[in-house]
């Protein structure tokens, strides 16, 4: 039975732009854009997941909005991912990259310009056709 992992992303928002993320190579799904964040760990809420996935990935603070914006579960060759997506507002700091090799700020209608993993791409889809 393959592993189920559950994992959260950040849909980060600023001036009507939504940050995009690129991994880096050497890694799993390498070179594909995300929502930045990671894996939930033992005892944490999908929420606090976030927050700390942001500090330690960019080096920033957010507000997470209340209520989940997509979940998607998508079946790679590693493992089953749960990803849980939320709409988050910058609060604090400035994105550095520790673990992405790029970032981009896009408008919601060009997200679709760029190669995004697959388990992020039906909630890419619903930001592409709904106004936030």
Not at 44 to 57: F, G, M, T, Y
Not at 73 to 92: H, K, P, Q
């Amino acid at each position: 039975m393959r592993k189920e992992v559950k994992v959260v992303g950040a849909i980060i928002v600023q001036d009507e732009k939504i940050l995009c993320a690129q991994r880096g190579p050497g890694r799993s799904l390498a070179n594909y854009w995300e929502f930045p964040g990671g894996k939930i760990e033992q005892g944490e809420s999908p929420r606090q997941a976030l927050l700390r996935e942001l500090d330690e990935e960019l080096k920033i603070k957010v507000s997470v909005s209340p209520s989940a914006f997509d979940t998607t579960v998508y079946d790679y060759d590693f493992a089953r991912i749960n990803l849980t997506t939320f709409v988050c507002e910058l609060e604090t700091g400035v994105p550095t990259l520790t673990e992405h090799v790029a970032i981009k700020w896009l408008p919601a209608h060009s997200l679709d310009q760029l190669e995004w993993a697959p388990a992020d791409r039906p909630a890419v889809k619903k930001l592409m056709h709904e106004s936030l």
